[in-house]
């Protein structure tokens, strides 16, 4: 990549921290987003959390996809950009009111030094509850205060009355009056009028009003602190209800957040407490949480940005779902819900179970604006009619691994509103025979126009049965993306698979299965995947040698070496390939 004079310069100027003070106070708005670029990309934490702090824009992004290639944010300079983040909200110079986060988190474990979604999450909720200790303290330090600027106002009005009755008092004895009656009667007066500060005025002539001052001065000081303590505890109770919290948001975060039940109570204590720093979520991915704490957090977010929710290993069964999916029908941008092991064994017949299995299907109709399913291991076999029937739209993106498939549910599905608009379809792990096969290309030839992405890895795909699916495939000339791994393929029909992919002239990515003939002796006539997974290849690499060479003398001779990705790890390969031009 070859970069421009600006950012060669912007990466000279974060690379030396010792002077800073200097084109800080100079440079121009134009340049602050080359130079945030470059202090992440070269790892400048301290210009980070000085970019930021002083950030001229309204709006500041640093989510979104990444170019291939390209390495995610340095953990230190995004606990430097939080911790910026609390100290603009103070700052004069920093006119931020929107961050953008979203997608800004690496899941890739192999990236050192990156912070994954699950430390970011929890990264943000402290800083959330970082900046509401910061203005709660602020608060009381404003209030303290004007406590004591009051005060010293009443000192200065006692101060004045002083002088004044002193003067009077001097007057009287230039004037021959007798100053200790005055005084006694003063005294005298002063026992009269107590509690009736307020009429003090009108009822005394001039010369008694001042005698009473230093009672009524006591008075009208113990009222006040006796108010001002009432308030304070009013505010205490009420959570400052003086103050509207709504008005008192000065950056909205929004982030996708990663919530498991370890980051549950501090994700639930930031989205439910007010501060001047909101969050806001895009996606929202849960793990591990039971169906209540869900409905609790769901309950907490702004509706407004959420456009995916992802569970995961929760054991919610049929009723806990039931119980979840009408309470994502409030959010009007929602289009994309997965679910992930979540304990849905409709093998077992259960009661109650057709009751919820109704009330699951109306709550997937409540969400009208659903594009992408995901149901792995849910285990629902033949009951895909009920559950995709109530859906208002169609879908674009279905994934539907380990979920135990029928038959009936693929001919449901190839003659649903959903089998010509699906741009991503999985189907993997689910056992395909030649009872589904018709069915299958059915839904091949109606989705063959826009179908992107397609997976069939472990569903016992032999050379007969890919052989009859060839031709399907090669009409789907949309196809970016073929995954066929943990087939039992032999090397023959490696090659067909082969030569009908280098076809297609728009894949970029196959993954293939390694062909019987790589795997140690023993191996049954038609295995299974996981037998597939966990069975040795051979030790020698003159027998896997094969397998490459044939593939590159098909590709070799449709033109395909440059374009189409052809490999057979399923730990290393990028599926983002598929996606990217």
Not at 5 to 11: H, I, K
Not at 224 to 229: D, P
Not at 446 to 464: I, M, N, P, V
Not at 511 to 539: F, I, M, R
Request: glycine share 6%.
């Amino acid at each position: 990549m070859v970069l421009s004079l600006v950012n060669l310069c912007a990466r000279e100027v974060v690379s030396d921290h010792s002077s800073s003070p200097c084109w800080l106070s100079c440079v121009p708005r134009e340049l602050y987003r080359s130079l945030l670029d470059a202090a992440f990309t070269h790892c400048r934490p301290l210009a980070v959390g000085e970019l930021v702090q002083r950030w001229p824009e309204r709006t500041l992004s640093l989510g979104g996809s990444r170019k291939l290639g390209q390495c995610p944010p340095n953990r230190l300079c995004v606990q430097a950009l939080l911790l910026a983040v609390v100290r603009g909200l103070t700052d004069n110079r920093c006119y931020l009111q929107l961050i953008d986060l979203s997608g800004l988190q690496c899941e890739n474990g192999r990236v050192e030094d990156s912070m994954g979604g699950w430390s970011l999450t929890v990264a943000l909720c402290s800083m959330v509850l970082q900046a509401r200790g910061a203005a709660s303290r602020a608060h009381r330090r404003d209030g303290e205060r004007e406590r004591k600027r009051g005060l010293e106002a009443e000192r200065e009005r006692g101060g004045t009355i002083k002088r004044d009755r002193g003067t009077i008092w001097r007057g009287k004895d230039s004037e021959g009056g007798h100053r200790e009656d005055e005084v006694g009667k003063m005294e005298c007066r002063s026992d009269e009028v107590e509690g009736t500060v307020s009429h003090e005025r009108v009822l005394l002539p001039e010369d008694d009003s001042v005698k009473g001052i230093r009672r009524r001065m006591e008075i009208q000081r113990r009222k006040a602190s006796s108010e001002l303590k009432a308030k304070t505890s009013s505010n205490n109770r009420n959570g400052s209800s003086d103050q509207d919290w709504d008005q008192v948001v000065v950056v909205y975060v929004r982030a996708d957040l990663f919530v498991n039940a370890r980051s549950w109570e501090r994700v639930r204590d930031a989205l439910s407490h007010p501060s001047p720093l909101r969050l806001h979520c895009r996606y929202l991915r849960v793990e591990e949480l039971s169906a209540p704490s869900i409905a609790s957090l769901l309950g907490l977010l702004p509706q407004q940005d959420l456009l995916g929710v992802d569970i995961r290993y929760s054991s919610l069964g049929v009723s806990g779902l039931a119980m979840l999916l009408p309470l994502l029908a409030p959010f009007p941008q929602l289009h994309s819900l997965r679910l992930h092991y979540c304990n849905l064994d409709l093998q077992r017949t259960q009661p109650g179970q057709q009751g919820a299995l109704q009330d699951m299907s109306k709550g997937l109709g409540s969400l009208k604006k659903l594009k992408r399913l995901c149901l792995t291991a849910l285990r629902l076999p033949g009951h895909l009619r009920l559950l995709l029937s109530s859906l208002s739209q169609p879908l674009e993106v279905l994934e539907l691994p380990y979920l135990c498939l029928t038959s009936t549910d693929l001919a449901y599905l190839s003659c649903s509103q959903h089998a010509p608009f699906l741009r991503e379809l999985d189907l993997s792990e689910n056992w395909l025979d030649e009872s589904s096969l018709p069915s299958l290309r059915r839904l091949l030839g109606q989705a063959e126009s826009t179908l992107t992405q397609l997976s069939l890895c472990g569903c016992g795909l032999s050379d007969s049965l890919l052989g009859a699916l060839l031709p399907s495939l090669s009409c789907c000339q949309a196809l970016r993306s073929l995954r066929l791994a943990l087939n039992p393929l032999s090397r023959m029909g490696l090659l067909s698979l082969a030569r009908t992919a280098a076809g297609i002239r728009s894949l970029r990515l196959l993954l293939y299965p390694n062909p019987l003939e790589e795997y140690e002796p023993g191996l049954p006539a038609l295995p299974s995947s996981a037998q597939l997974l966990d069975w040795p290849l051979l030790e020698e690499t003159e027998g896997r040698d094969i397998t490459p060479k044939l593939l590159d003398e098909v590709l070799s001779s449709r033109g395909r070496t440059c374009d189409l990705l052809v490999t057979s790890d399923l730990l290393n390969y990028s599926p983002d390939l598929a996606v990217d031009d």
